[in-house]
């Protein structure tokens, strides 16, 4: 597919910065980074993407491969609320369903809880009459005159926008389809967000949720697709621009523009797609990326090189980032942890003398001890800091001076309060934040029924690879990649995912029951929808590569498990085997098989992607193995090290250094534990072993 | 142990059973526990005082399971336990106050010597007798009574325990799933805490737990010691099914000097004839939820810090349930029990009180026909009140407080049952005023398609008495249940029509603070 001099181009806009990568076919690979401009975020991503062209000597008719974009525009509306008038029609007598949620208390032991406000309010929620049962009859279909009346509201309104979310469409979307048809003719610019199209899955709430996000988002979404569009053909690249979606595929922009709530994790999923191809590339079967940053850390399950995927996440947690406290989507998206642990997380005692981390964070502003903005608490940074692991005059490559002082007086007034010295609180610090990760990635691994023991990690992020060593060690792993380029992975992200489409259909039928007539045409559907989309982003229909699922679960359970399928299930659908695939799958998660219970499918699955294209960037190494720069003291609980430090392009393939060691490179520091072994590899990665 | 030493290892233990709980709630049959997270597990050193629970679960649960341990281990010692016994109990007095929920403790052993137990406390969705509903004249017409016995010894189910329930229940493939689950899951803590013990190199948990315990006594009477001494009241009255009037009146009494807080009971109204009593164990554990919702938010919940607040009744009392009164709806004055303490202790602690809410949730159950004329019985489901208004926050709308069990979705009943909901949309203005205005309520409405006769078991609350609102804000409105638009105050089962229809208004929450003029 990919000429030998082709170019792809990869903008990422994250909420600090844009970053940009610059591929040739050969993997030669230019990369730069700007301020996200806010107001327009098309300004920074040209930006950006003008400067890696002036790197390469090129102009964007030269970017005849993929042009690929993860983004925050949509979250950042969403958080933001500044959409323009949306409106949600519902079925009458259930147009609180945003507000009534599924009235649970996220927590049951703090009275101050909050709930967040509906995106659309009640002030422009209609109700329409009209029934669709369970079981698919309809017992009042949509009336005309209904129809006319609520469009002159909805224009009285100026409503340019609406989710449509009637009660048991995802079993029969006739009286929603009808309903949009009827709007559309009289007024034929709204745009109609439909529930059965968005979100076709059983339970009201969250799909209300989901659409009612979607038609919020999308016009916003559309005139900047449009618009990104339109910019890259007047500099003279043509090609539709392929959008990153939550679930770790890239579409085309029109497609991505019809379902903007698909956008929403675009960054993170790109992030995660790139330990998917380290995962393949290095032939592991299993790996768990992590990513930590200011505020957060995030890892996600690699498994047989492919991402895990949920069906379901939150947007816009408003009450102490406490799950529960967002607005549920659900469609499908990568299913990362997030805990509030990153280099700006403040270190207390509680009233039990226990030394405590996060989640509470200083972010940039005014930041950890040591940036001398003005923070006083001391943070997860200023335990680097003290210990040894960061220099003070080489952070950011220099760029920013850290007050070593200032980080030693806030540990010591923490470790006074505990008993402690200051390098002991430090390293209390370093250590009981890396056993919160390492705690939560096992939660992570072992709800998903995957053994997290020996796993290998992929450290990235500002603060991963300074605390990646430690965290795998409470894994039990024995491997760690530093790949290269880590400022800019999540764009190069974008670059290594194939062209991929996740969808899905409701159908609960007993195992048993299932038979052609239930399967054949929702699997033909998705495949028309599916084939559609890819063929905007210039996928013809005989590259495509289909892979199919089922929900599964005993009858009477709730939660279903997501069963692989050997192949299209329009051809030998066998009961008996994927019996079988769901009873492994379901003991694999739980621990218990369930012997004579009846079997039923919740919903089917189908992903339809280009496969993978092959693209990967080149990292040069030195061409002779460098020489420390310099030693360090690090403070561990085990007492003082001398530790080496290299600069991560002084090393060259074939030289192996064991650990304690110190790497830097000019967004991070790579620690590595006495024990283990640090060697380059040929792409670029440095691997850390453990001997 | 230093404060390092100490986070490490017990913030472990907290993710175990954390995630045993998270593992239960998903595999669960029983829909009040995967839909509601009506469950709670927790780990207790080996003199069986809990040291660490699981962050999801009903504060109902989660406090009774913490007395739990010690009780059974009265009836089966310790030295009477084997590596892959696993004991079993849906004793009302020695759990969770009704023979629904069933606790399962797993011994764990380390090297051979037992160092901890984990227990956990599920609602099952069935127990035999009498079924959801207040209705039973005393507590064996309620259902199967299973003493503490072994489900598992050494490994091996005990078949005629297995058979026993398998005979005395309506739905025994969903009680066995759920139950294997709940040893499943013991399993998995087992094997987790040995490895944490072996991360750490620690022949058992009896330090970590030692320090958690007294470390979190010495917190909590620190955080009553700042509290102004002495004895205050407080009450409440609310209606239940069939109209009986429910008065909880309580004496809580601060110990300044010895950080300790005594609720009395005294005053309450006696045993009541309907399924509605409340063991000690159900009072005690939402009494203490009041408490440490009072105190310091900080404060983990485990054997120290619930050891500093006593809780006291008279045997005559409704929150004292004595054998052999019914308590199968034990629920509806137990998530009441916080209210009149609220109330006691708003006087010294204005800002952080919250003001009379719907109090317990609204179960409904439908027995019927389905189209095929095929008969079922349907999962209890539940719909909330408004919260009570907060100093500066409003009362959550369609939100129970003490409790928060989530409710089913509408298009998940339609699906699994004849039913067709007309309308759930909040009653707007049904909350108190006030400075902060309480939650509103809701209506709900529903009737079947089947054209077949049907049984309704609904236990709605506050039909004739408001939530009181605090601090001079406003009552909430009260509730209402309506068959075919006729009010109706339903006690037991309801023989219905076939085109009959329901309509609820669930209750308003009170406010706080006088209104605005």
Same mark, same amino acid.
Not at chain 1, 578 to 591: K, P, S, T
Not at chain 2, 205 to 219: D, F, G, H, M, Q
Not at chain 2, 391 to 405: D, I, M, Q, R
């Given at each position: 597919m990919?000429?030998?001099?082709?170019?792809a181009?990869a903008v990422?806009?994250g909420?600090t910065?844009?970053?940009?990568?610059l591929?040739?076919?050969d993997?030669l690979?230019?990369?730069?980074?700007?301020?996200t401009?806010?107001?327009?975020?098309l300004?920074?991503?040209?930006?950006?993407s003008d400067?890696?062209?002036?790197?390469?000597?090129?102009?964007?008719?030269?970017?005849?491969?993929?042009?690929?974009?993860?983004?925050t525009?949509?979250?950042?509306?969403l958080?933001?609320?500044?959409?323009?008038p949306?409106?949600?029609i519902?079925?009458?007598?259930?147009?609180d369903?945003?507000y009534?949620?599924?009235?649970?208390r996220?927590?049951m032991?703090?009275?101050?809880?909050?709930?967040p406000?509906?995106?659309?309010g009640q002030?422009?929620t209609?109700g329409?009459?009209?029934?669709?049962?369970?079981?698919?009859?309809?017992g /009042?279909e949509v &009336?005309? +005159?209904?129809?006319k @009346?609520? $469009? *002159?509201e909805l224009?009285?309104n100026?409503?340019? %926008?609406?989710?449509?979310?009637?009660l048991?469409?995802?079993?029969?979307?006739?009286n929603e389809?009808?309903?949009?048809?009827?709007?559309?003719k009289?007024?034929?610019d709204?745009i109609?967000?439909?529930?059965?199209?968005?979100?076709?899955?059983?339970?009201?709430? /969250?799909?209300? &949720?989901? +659409?009612?996000?979607? @038609?919020y $988002? *999308?016009p916003?979404a559309?005139?900047y697709l449009? %618009?990104?569009?339109?910019?890259?053909?007047?500099?003279?690249?043509?090609?539709?621009?392929l959008?990153?979606?939550s679930?770790?595929?890239?579409?085309?922009?029109?497609?991505?523009?019809?379902?903007?709530v698909?956008?929403?994790?675009?960054?993170?999923?790109a992030?995660a797609?790139?330990a998917?191809h380290?995962?393949?590339r290095?032939?592991?079967?299993?790996l768990m990326s992590?990513?930590m940053?200011?505020t957060t850390?995030?890892?996600?399950?690699?498994?047989?090189?492919?991402?895990?995927?949920t069906?379901?996440?939150?947007?816009?947690?408003?009450?102490?980032?406490k799950?529960?406290?967002?607005?549920?989507?659900?469609v499908p998206?990568?299913d990362?942890?997030?805990?509030?642990a990153g280099?700006?997380s403040?270190a207390?005692?509680?009233?039990?003398?226990?030394?405590?981390v996060?989640?509470?964070s200083?972010g940039?502003?005014?930041?950890?001890a040591?940036?001398?903005?003005g923070?006083?608490?001391?943070?997860?940074?200023?335990?680097?800091?003290v210990?040894g692991?960061?220099?003070?005059?080489?952070?950011l490559?220099g760029?920013?001076?850290l007050?070593?002082?200032?980080a030693?007086?806030a540990?010591?007034?923490l470790?006074d309060?505990l008993?402690?010295s200051?390098?002991?609180?430090?390293s209390g610090?370093?250590?009981v934040?890396?056993e919160y990760?390492?705690?939560?990635?096992?939660?992570?691994a072992t709800?998903?029924?995957v053994?997290?023991?020996g796993?290998?990690v992929?450290?990235?992020g500002?603060?991963?690879p300074?605390?990646?060593c430690?965290?795998?060690?409470q894994?039990?792993s024995?491997?760690?990649l530093?790949?290269?380029?880590?400022?800019v992975?999540?764009?190069?992200?974008?670059?290594?995912?194939p062209?991929?489409l996740?969808?899905a259909?409701s159908?609960l039928?007993a195992?048993?029951?299932?038979?052609?007539?239930?399967?054949a045409p929702?699997i033909?559907?998705?495949?028309?929808?599916?084939e559609?989309a890819l063929?905007?982003?210039?996928?013809?229909a005989d590259?495509i590569?289909?892979?199919?699922a089922a929900?599964?679960?005993y009858?009477?359970?709730?939660?279903?498990v997501?069963?692989?399928?050997p192949?299209?299930?329009?051809h030998?659908?066998?009961?008996?085997?994927a019996?079988?695939?769901f009873?492994?799958d379901?003991e694999a998660?739980?621990?218990?098989?369930?012997?004579?219970m009846?079997?039923?499918?919740?919903?089917w699955r189908m992903s339809?992607?280009a496969?993978?294209?092959g693209?990967?960037?080149?990292?040069a190494?030195?061409?002779?193995p460098?020489?420390?720069?310099?030693?360090?003291?690090?403070?561990?609980?085990s007492?003082?090290l001398k530790v080496?430090?290299?600069?991560?392009?002084?090393?060259?393939?074939?030289?192996?250094?064991?650990g304690?060691?110190?790497?830097?490179?000019?967004?991070?520091?790579?620690?590595?534990l006495p024990?283990?072994?640090?060697s380059p590899?040929?792409?670029?990665c440095?691997?850390a072993?453990r001997y | 142990m230093?404060?390092v030493?100490?986070?490490l290892?017990?913030s472990?233990?907290i993710?175990i059973?954390?995630?045993q709980a998270?593992?239960?709630?998903?595999?669960a049959?029983s829909?009040i526990?995967?839909?509601?997270?009506?469950?709670a597990?927790a780990?207790?050193d080996a003199?069986a005082?809990?040291v660490?629970?699981a962050?999801?679960?009903?504060?109902?649960?989660?406090?009774?399971?913490?007395?739990?341990a010690k009780?059974l281990?009265?009836?089966?010692?310790?030295e009477d336990l084997?590596?892959?016994?696993?004991?079993?109990?849906?004793?009302?007095w020695?759990?969770?106050?009704?023979?629904f929920?069933?606790?399962?403790?797993?011994?764990i052993?380390?090297?051979?010597?037992?160092?901890?137990?984990?227990?956990?406390?599920i609602?099952?969705t069935?127990?035999?007798?009498?079924g959801v509903?207040?209705?039973?004249?005393?507590?064996?017409?309620?259902?199967?009574?299973?003493p503490?016995l072994?489900?598992?010894e050494?490994g091996?189910?005990?078949?005629?325990l297995?058979?026993i329930i398998?005979?005395?229940?309506?739905?025994?493939?969903?009680?066995?799933?759920?139950l294997s689950?709940?040893?499943a899951s013991?399993k998995?803590?087992?094997?987790r805490?040995?490895a944490?013990?072996?991360?750490?190199d620690?022949?058992?948990i009896?330090?970590?737990?030692?320090?958690?315990?007294?470390?979190s006594?010495?917190?909590?009477r620190e955080?009553?010691?700042a509290?102004p001494?002495?004895?205050y009241?407080g009450?409440?009255?609310?209606?239940?099914?069939?109209?009986?009037?429910i008065t909880l009146?309580t004496?809580?009494?601060?110990?300044?000097d010895?950080?300790?807080?005594?609720i009395?009971?005294?005053?309450?109204?006696?045993?009541?004839?309907?399924?509605?009593?409340?063991v000690?164990?159900?009072?005690?554990?939402?009494?203490?939820?009041?408490i440490?919702?009072?105190?310091?938010p900080d404060l983990?919940n485990?054997?120290?810090s619930?050891?500093?607040i006593?809780?006291?009744a008279?045997e005559q009392?409704?929150?004292?349930?004595q054998?052999?009164?019914?308590?199968?709806?034990?629920?509806?004055?137990?998530?009441y029990?916080?209210?009149p303490?609220?109330?006691?202790?708003?006087?010294?602690l204005p800002e952080?009180?919250?003001?009379?809410?719907?109090g317990?949730?609204?179960?409904i159950?439908?027995?019927?026909?389905?189209?095929?004329g095929?008969?079922f019985t349907?999962?209890?489901f539940?719909?909330?009140g408004g919260?009570g208004?907060?100093a500066?926050?409003?009362g959550?709308?369609?939100?129970?407080?003490?409790?928060?069990?989530?409710a089913v979705?509408i298009?998940?009943?339609?699906?699994?049952?004849p039913?067709a909901?007309?309308?759930?949309?909040?009653?707007?203005?049904t909350?108190?005023?006030?400075?902060?205005?309480?939650g509103d309520?809701?209506?709900?409405g529903?009737k079947?398609?089947?054209?077949h006769?049907?049984?309704?078991?609904?236990i709605p609350?506050?039909?004739t008495?408001?939530?009181?609102?605090l601090q001079?804000g406003?009552?909430g409105?009260?509730?209402?249940?309506l068959?075919?638009?006729?009010s109706?105050l339903?006690?037991?089962?309801?023989a219905m029509?076939?085109?009959?229809?329901?309509l609820m208004h669930?209750p308003?929450?009170?406010?706080?603070?006088p209104?605005?003029p």
């Amino acid at each position: 597919m990919l000429s030998n001099n082709s170019h792809a181009l990869a903008v990422d806009i994250g909420g600090t910065f844009t970053d940009v990568v610059l591929l040739r076919s050969d993997g030669l690979r230019w990369t730069d980074k700007v301020l996200t401009t806010h107001h327009n975020l098309l300004e920074g991503l040209f930006g950006a993407s003008d400067l890696v062209l002036e790197q390469a000597g090129l102009g964007y008719e030269d970017v005849t491969d993929i042009f690929a974009h993860a983004t925050t525009v949509i979250t950042n509306m969403l958080i933001e609320r500044k959409g323009k008038p949306t409106g949600l029609i519902v079925t009458e007598g259930f147009k609180d369903v945003l507000y009534i949620r599924d009235e649970h208390r996220y927590d049951m032991f703090d009275p101050q809880i909050e709930q967040p406000e509906p995106i659309i309010g009640q002030g422009w929620t209609w109700g329409v009459a009209e029934r669709t049962y369970a079981d698919r009859t309809v017992g /009042l279909e949509v &009336s005309d +005159t209904d129809v006319k @009346a609520l $469009a *002159a509201e909805l224009k009285a309104n100026d409503i340019a %926008s609406v989710a449509v979310c009637l009660l048991n469409s995802y079993a029969n979307p006739a009286n929603e389809q009808r309903l949009r048809d009827l709007l559309v003719k009289e007024m034929p610019d709204l745009i109609v967000s439909l529930s059965s199209d968005v979100a076709p899955q059983m339970r009201e709430y /969250l799909r209300a &949720s989901t +659409t009612a996000l979607n @038609a919020y $988002a *999308a016009p916003t979404a559309l005139p900047y697709l449009k %618009s990104l569009v339109e910019q890259l053909a007047a500099r003279g690249r043509n090609d539709e621009p392929l959008i990153m979606m939550s679930n770790g595929g890239v579409v085309g922009a029109n497609v991505a523009g019809r379902y903007p709530v698909r956008m929403i994790e675009s960054g993170p999923a790109a992030g995660a797609l790139v330990a998917s191809h380290y995962a393949k590339r290095y032939g592991f079967e299993g790996l768990m990326s992590f990513d930590m940053g200011g505020t957060t850390a995030k890892a996600c399950l690699i498994q047989n090189g492919e991402p895990l995927v949920t069906g379901e996440f939150e947007v816009d947690r408003r009450y102490r980032f406490k799950p529960g406290s967002g607005m549920p989507i659900t469609v499908p998206s990568i299913d990362m942890i997030e805990i509030g642990a990153g280099g700006g997380s403040i270190a207390r005692m509680d009233s039990l003398g226990l030394l405590k981390v996060g989640p509470d964070s200083a972010g940039s502003q005014p930041g950890p001890a040591c940036y001398g903005r003005g923070g006083t608490e001391p943070c997860v940074t200023d335990a680097d800091l003290v210990l040894g692991i960061l220099d003070a005059d080489n952070f950011l490559g220099g760029d920013m001076a850290l007050d070593l002082d200032a980080a030693r007086s806030a540990m010591g007034r923490l470790g006074d309060k505990l008993g402690l010295s200051v390098e002991e609180t430090a390293s209390g610090i370093f250590g009981v934040v890396g056993e919160y990760m390492a705690a939560a990635a096992r939660a992570h691994a072992t709800d998903r029924g995957v053994n997290y023991r020996g796993l290998p990690v992929l450290a990235f992020g500002g603060a991963g690879p300074v605390h990646a060593c430690y965290v795998a060690e409470q894994l039990e792993s024995s491997q760690i990649l530093y790949p290269p380029m880590a400022s800019v992975l999540s764009a190069y992200g974008t670059l290594v995912t194939p062209t991929r489409l996740d969808l899905a259909r409701s159908n609960l039928t007993a195992l048993a029951d299932v038979t052609q007539d239930t399967i054949a045409p929702l699997i033909a559907a998705m495949r028309a929808e599916g084939e559609a989309a890819l063929a905007e982003a210039g996928i013809a229909a005989d590259a495509i590569i289909a892979d199919y699922a089922a929900d599964m679960r005993y009858q009477g359970q709730q939660s279903e498990v997501t069963v692989s399928l050997p192949g299209d299930p329009r051809h030998g659908f066998d009961p008996a085997d994927a019996a079988q695939r769901f009873e492994a799958d379901y003991e694999a998660l739980y621990g218990v098989r369930l012997a004579d219970m009846p079997i039923e499918v919740v919903n089917w699955r189908m992903s339809v992607s280009a496969g993978d294209q092959g693209r990967e960037a080149k990292t040069a190494l030195a061409a002779t193995p460098g020489a420390p720069k310099g030693q360090r003291t690090v403070h561990l609980k085990s007492g003082a090290l001398k530790v080496p430090v290299y600069d991560r392009a002084s090393l060259a393939l074939g030289q192996s250094i064991p650990g304690p060691v110190l790497v830097e490179e000019r967004e991070t520091t790579i620690f590595v534990l006495p024990g283990w072994t640090l060697s380059p590899a040929e792409d670029g990665c440095l691997i850390a072993e453990r001997y | 142990m230093d404060g390092v030493d100490l986070e490490l290892r017990w913030s472990n233990m907290i993710s175990i059973v954390s995630e045993q709980a998270r593992a239960l709630k998903r595999v669960a049959f029983s829909p009040i526990v995967r839909e509601a997270g009506d469950l709670a597990t927790a780990l207790f050193d080996a003199d069986a005082r809990m040291v660490a629970q699981a962050i999801t679960g009903t504060p109902g649960h989660i406090n009774s399971l913490g007395a739990a341990a010690k009780n059974l281990l009265e009836y089966i010692p310790p030295e009477d336990l084997e590596e892959g016994d696993v004991l079993i109990t849906n004793d009302p007095w020695m759990s969770a106050g009704h023979f629904f929920d069933i606790t399962v403790l797993t011994p764990i052993f380390r090297k051979g010597k037992l160092i901890a137990y984990c227990g956990s406390t599920i609602h099952h969705t069935d127990i035999g007798g009498y079924g959801v509903g207040a209705g039973a004249r005393d507590i064996h017409e309620e259902g199967l009574w299973i003493p503490v016995l072994k489900l598992y010894e050494k490994g091996e189910p005990n078949k005629t325990l297995h058979a026993i329930i398998g005979r005395n229940t309506r739905t025994p493939d969903a009680i066995f799933g759920d139950l294997s689950a709940q040893v499943a899951s013991g399993k998995v803590a087992s094997e987790r805490l040995n490895a944490l013990c072996d991360r750490y190199d620690m022949d058992d948990i009896a330090l970590v737990s030692e320090e958690i315990i007294s470390r979190s006594a010495k917190a909590t009477r620190e955080a009553i010691k700042a509290l102004p001494g002495g004895t205050y009241h407080g009450e409440t009255t609310f209606d239940v099914p069939g109209g009986e009037v429910i008065t909880l009146k309580t004496a809580v009494t601060i110990d300044a000097d010895a950080g300790d807080i005594t609720i009395d009971f005294e005053g309450s109204s006696g045993p009541s004839k309907s399924g509605i009593n409340v063991v000690m164990a159900y009072t005690q554990a939402y009494a203490t939820f009041a408490i440490r919702s009072l105190l310091n938010p900080d404060l983990p919940n485990n054997y120290g810090s619930l050891s500093p607040i006593v809780v006291k009744a008279p045997e005559q009392c409704i929150v004292n349930a004595q054998y052999p009164v019914p308590c199968n709806a034990r629920h509806v004055v137990g998530m009441y029990v916080p209210f009149p303490i609220l109330n006691a202790l708003s006087e010294i602690l204005p800002e952080r009180s919250v003001a009379e809410g719907s109090g317990a949730v609204w179960t409904i159950q439908i027995q019927g026909k389905d189209h095929a004329g095929k008969p079922f019985t349907s999962s209890m489901f539940n719909y909330s009140g408004g919260m009570g208004a907060r100093a500066t926050k409003p009362g959550l709308s369609a939100t129970c407080y003490p409790t928060g069990v989530s409710a089913v979705a509408i298009e998940v009943l339609e699906a699994a049952m004849p039913i067709a909901f007309t309308c759930k949309e909040l009653l707007r203005g049904t909350g108190g005023k006030g400075q902060s205005v309480g939650g509103d309520g809701q209506r709900i409405g529903f009737k079947m398609r089947s054209g077949h006769d049907w049984l309704l078991n609904a236990i709605p609350s506050r039909l004739t008495l408001p939530a009181k609102g605090l601090q001079g804000g406003d009552p909430g409105a009260t509730g209402a249940f309506l068959i075919n638009g006729e009010s109706t105050l339903p006690a037991a089962k309801k023989a219905m029509a076939p085109d009959d229809e329901v309509l609820m208004h669930t209750p308003g929450g009170g406010g706080y603070g006088p209104p605005a003029p």
